[in-house]
């Protein structure tokens, strides 16, 4: 279910309060994606850098790479997954 508040179990570094290493990350995901919103799934991994960047990789591996599915049928697994667990990304 969605928190009506907006609020999450873990603390989201926003991306006007990134600093350092995470901003980096964050400019680095922005480019690479294209898109202006870093989404709060990427967000909660923001307290360590390092693992954000190794979530992304992955991410991208899996999403991403050829396989036996192409990006469009995965990306519609992914939303309807999504929607079924009512999460927002």
Not at 5 to 18: G, H, M, P, V
């Amino acid at each position: 279910m969605i928190n009506p508040d907006n609020e999450t179990k873990i603390k989201l570094i926003e991306e006007r309060d990134a600093s350092g290493e995470v901003a980096a990350v964050y400019d680095e995901w922005r480019a690479k994606s294209g898109r202006q919103k870093v989404p709060g799934i990427l967000k909660c991994f923001g307290h360590r850098p390092d693992f954000l960047r190794d979530v992304i990789k992955f991410g991208d591996t899996v999403h991403f790479s050829h396989g036996h599915l192409d990006r469009r049928t995965k990306e519609a697994i992914a939303s309807w997954v999504s929607w079924l667990n009512r999460c927002p990304y």
